[in-house]
């Protein structure tokens, strides 16, 4: 069963740097590229960032243009997809998404298959 596993999230301070994975299980999301989303407390979901299939091209929201790094590492077998977040804030307290792309990078209804999420708490 295909599936996007996230981790990395927890409890850190603001100014600190955290990064977060998304491993995803099978081969059949070497050819889609894959997006990064959160929700925040009593929020609606909001796209981060995305790269595409190759690692090559990448996508940010304009909020996470400078603070977040996207990256794919579609070596030796492996497909992990990486969120780098620097300087944090507590506005980035959120639950952190990965998921497929389908289509245009950056819409939310062009992703199926999704992750459960990893908690990120930012404390001030």
């Known amino acids: 069963q295909e599936r996007l596993v996230e981790s990395g999230g927890g409890y850190v301070q603001a100014g600190d740097s955290l990064s977060l994975s998304c491993l995803a299980n099978t081969r059949s999301f070497f050819n889609y590229g894959i997006g990064w989303f959160r929700q925040a407390p009593g929020k609606g979901r909001e796209f981060v960032a995305a790269?595409?299939?190759?690692?090559?091209?990448?996508?940010?929201a304009e909020s996470a243009k400078g603070r977040f790094t996207i990256s794919r590492d579609n070596r030796n077998g492996h497909n992990t997809i990486s969120l780098k977040i620097h300087i944090l804030r507590p506005e980035d307290t959120a639950v952190y998404y990965c998921?497929?792309?389908?289509?245009?990078?950056?819409?939310?209804?062009?992703?199926?298959?999704w992750g459960q999420g990893t908690q990120v708490t930012v404390s001030s």
């Open positions: 998921a497929r792309s389908t289509g245009s990078p950056t819409a939310i209804g062009e992703y199926d298959y």
């Open positions: 790269v595409d299939w190759s690692g090559r091209s990448t996508y940010y």
